[in-house]
Nanobody
Framework: QVQLAESGGGLAQAGDSLRLSCAAS????????MGWFRQAPGREREFVAGVNWSGGSTDYAEPVKGRFTISRDNAKNTAYLQMNGLTPEDTAVYYC????????????WGQGTQVTVSS
């Protein structure tokens, strides 16, 4: 089993930056895709960003392209989401995932971390 713990969320103002971390435990996730979804109040959970096992391939949702950067450190079993140029529309609970069978698979989830951006 894989346990995921997100951190780094909090309160920010429009234009600020935050960096989310997703630390995996219980198993080495260095061979798996990792990434982030988010869910805003009253909305469905939506994909934000993903990174392949090596960090060499990434994917982003259109609303965050050019502002967010996903990365990973397999030595630390951790993925990161650097969020720059935050807007109130980025307010959501951010969930980390691990996909064990490639892109589009989401097998393990964290509990989420709240990001709130004020204007």
């Amino acid at each position: 089993q894989v346990q995921l713990a997100e951190s780094g969320g909090g309160l920010a103002q429009a234009g600020d930056s935050l960096r989310l971390s997703c630390a995996a435990s219980g198993r080495d996730v260095g061979s798996y895709a990792m990434g982030w979804f988010r869910q805003a109040p009253g909305r469905e959970r939506e994909f934000v960003a993903g990174v392949n096992w090596s960090g060499g391939s990434t994917d982003y949702a259109e609303p965050v392209k050019g502002r967010f950067t996903i990365s990973r450190d397999n030595a630390k079993n951790t993925a990161y989401l650097q969020m720059n140029g935050l807007t109130p529309e980025d307010t959501a609970v951010y969930y980390c995932f691990v996909g064990t069978t490639g892109w589009g698979t989401y097998d393990y989830w964290g509990q989420g971390t709240q990001v709130t951006v004020s204007s």
